[in-house]
């Protein structure tokens, strides 16, 4: 007889990308930022490692949901901080799906979704796309419309493509949430602020970010969501009391406050970004056009996971992904590649030269 729930018993789990403990490798596998965090992050941490930590931390993290809602031009009771956008997913799932409730989102996209709905004993119906990672909208609008919560990544992953806010709003449920998670957000070409919640369809609706990503702060783990007040309420009923620990609030909101840093590092990013696109494709590569921090390649000889095989030997991670029953009912795979330092980036065009 098993311990564990059954719900529990009988899933796989996420598998996060390979993160080796040694030195020596080239990581492009993984989405995390090549480059560092401002200066003001270690400064504001090192400042609070020396301060009060035998004492709990601000339940509310008063003083990053200000920034952040400075930054977004919203109240902080629109703001709600926690460990990595990861967990405001899972508080998202435990606030709004009971078991046996229905959740969905695109496929191929992040995996994670799948899991949490697992765990929550919710059902879990997959969002049709098209080939060319449109909406095949005729099998996608009817599961969005009866779902209780909906999650959209934007940029997705692993493709990078974005969707427009008219595309999102069509897959709002008739009764139920949806969460347009942006944990990309900040390296599309435009500029992308939170329209879509100043109306009143809006409060129905959950925009998520998190610092791992364009701020540079994967180790830290401190993300956010923004909402409507009301589901901000609801939402932090469910929440740890103290999700968010001293350390991680000193150096959210030091990172917060130097746009400057975050948006050279991001402008960094999408012009090698633009180089690594161009390189692949003259290699023989099909790439998307990604507004995020990789990029989806694929070829027609099939020889994904070949290569990812291959440059491994070669201490270079990417990502190879194969996603079953994905797009045009076939199975999809192909490489997902992180958009790394200019030099990293040629060390992986060296190698991939030699493997093809």
Known sequence: MSLFRPDVDRIAGYVPGEQPQESGWT??????????????VAEAVQRA????????????ASQFRQAVADLYQVEPDWILPANGSDENLTILFRTFVDPGELASSPYPSYVLYETLADIQGAGYERLALNA??????????????KSKLVLVPNPNSPSGNIWTDDELMRLLPDQGVLVVDEAYGDFRDASHGVEILQSEIGRRIVVTRTLSKS???AGIRCGFAIAHPDLIAGMRKVKDSYNCNTLTLAAGLAAVQDQEWMQHNTERIRSTR???TSELRTCGFDVVDSQANFVW???????HEEIYSQLKQRRILVRYMSFSDAVGDDEVDGLRISI??????????????EIL
């Open 27 to 40: 990581k492009l596998n993984t989405n995390e930022n090549p480059y560092p965090p401002s200066p003001r």
């Open 49 to 60: 490692a020396g301060g009060r930590l035998n004492i709990y931390p601000d339940p509310l």
């Open 215 to 217: 701020y540079s702060l």
């Open 340 to 353: 790394g330092t200019d030099e990293e980036i040629d060390i992986f065009l060296r190698a991939l030269s």
């Open 297 to 303: 390649a694929t070829r027609d000889d099939g020889r």
């Open 132 to 145: 060319d990672w449109s909406w095949n909208w005729g099998l996608a609008e009817p599961v969005a419309a």
């Open 274 to 276: 633009s180089r690594l």
